[in-house]
């Protein structure tokens, strides 16, 4: 999603050039404009330039939900972070998330991105930091490397029509693995289609106007299953990013681990570890780490890992 952004880099000197050339057009002190801080990361990434990216803007307690969304905009990435004091006792940071379009209240990678830069920044120590987002607080754990997300309480809804969401991603019937397709989740829930085999996963393309009428929750993973090595490949629609496709999708790789309990496809007892492959189709590969708690064949927990990588860093006007 990132690709299509101009650099933070230039964005900031453009912005520094204007302000000195009104400087010495004008007699007299002039107010200059604020800025904020901000670093871009990848999230989920085996390497630099991969994963999902993400902006991370420090300091953001007294901007406005218009000031947010203007800002998400312009980096244009599939979700900013904007960090403010908590209002919640016993809570280290309060998280507020936008794609360019919309607020969440809940999101993965910009929960394990913005955790993870806090402690790399020195602003947090390691260890278990806790974070306050609109779906209430939540724990993560973080090392020298990346994070760890425990998602929230996981929910799951009743079978969805294959049959009708493939046809909405451009499958055929065929092409269904015939595992049972729900909406689950751990925070925010999310539709999951398995498929036969990651050359379908490919060829699935939204067809955007049948994927708003058939309530799929936040958006669609079309995915293939490998239980010999307890890997998923999937590909994310997101509707909140108008069902463009997400590079990794940390609440999405949560409810992976509700959906593959639910269908049989993982113990329903116990903990078991599984991984998600994800943004390869678009050159971002990803990998998201989980784990999934079961009792009595429901899922009762989950949990996502993934690295992080710095990027860039510098400052952005405020609108």
Request: proline share 7%; glycine share 12%; charged share 15%.
């Amino acid at each position: 999603m990132g690709s299509k952004t101009v650099s933070p880099a230039s964005r900031e000197t453009y912005a520094l050039v204007a302000v000195v050339m009104v400087a010495k057009a004008t007699v007299g002190a002039v107010s200059g404009p604020e800025f904020l801080e901000y670093e871009v990361v990848d999230v989920f990434a085996p390497r630099a330039f991969a994963g999902n990216p993400l902006a991370v803007v420090f300091g953001a307690d007294h901007l406005s939900t218009e000031q947010c969304q203007a800002l998400a905009f312009e980096f244009h990435l599939s979700e900013t972070s904007f960090l403010s004091a908590p209002t919640e006792p016993g809570v280290d940071y309060r998280v507020r998330i936008f794609t360019p379009f919309a607020e969440l209240p809940f999101a993965g990678h910009p929960s394990v991105g913005a955790a993870h830069t806090l402690v790399r920044t020195g602003r947090l120590p390691a260890g278990t930091v806790r974070q306050e987002c609109g779906v209430g607080v939540l724990d993560l754990v973080v090392d020298g490397a990346g994070a760890t997300l425990t998602g929230g309480e996981p929910s799951l809804g009743h079978e969805r029509p294959a049959g009708g969401l493939a046809a909405a991603l451009s499958l055929a019937v065929d092409d269904v693995a015939g595992t049972p397709a729900h909406l689950a989740g751990c925070g925010l829930p999310f539709t999951y289609l398995a498929v036969r085999g990651p050359e379908v996963v490919d060829h699935a393309v939204p067809d955007h106007a049948a994927l708003d009428t058939l309530g799929v929750g936040e958006g669609v993973s079309v995915l293939s299953w490998d239980a010999d090595t307890a890997t998923a490949y999937a590909r994310v629609f997101a509707g909140d990013l108008r069902w463009d496709e997400d590079p990794a999708t940390g609440s999405a790789a949560l409810g992976t681990g509700v959906w593959l309990v639910a269908t049989g496809l993982l113990p329903g007892e116990g903990t078991s570890t599984y991984t998600v492959r994800q943004g390869e189709k678009l050159g971002r590969p990803s990998v998201l780490s989980c784990t999934v708690t079961a009792a009595e064949g429901r899922a009762v927990s989950a949990t996502v890992q993934g690295d992080v990588v710095p990027i860039a860093s510098g400052r952005i006007r405020l609108p």
